[in-house]
């Protein structure tokens, strides 16, 4: 996917504090228990400021 279609999506949700729901990659951090905390999962997202 182009990198400038990808930042258009989620800069205003940044600057505007949309909260919008997004599927992201990110640290586990708990989010799914029987992962390790390190672990790259893709999960729902709320972004926003």
């Known amino acids: 996917m182009n990198m400038r279609l990808i930042s258009s999506i989620w800069q205003p949700a940044i600057a505007f504090n949309t909260q919008e729901r997004m599927l992201l990659i990110v640290p586990n951090n708990g989010a799914i228990h029987n992962f ?11 972004v926003g400021a």
């Open 36 to 46: 390790d905390d390190e672990a790259m999962v893709e999960i729902p997202c709320l």
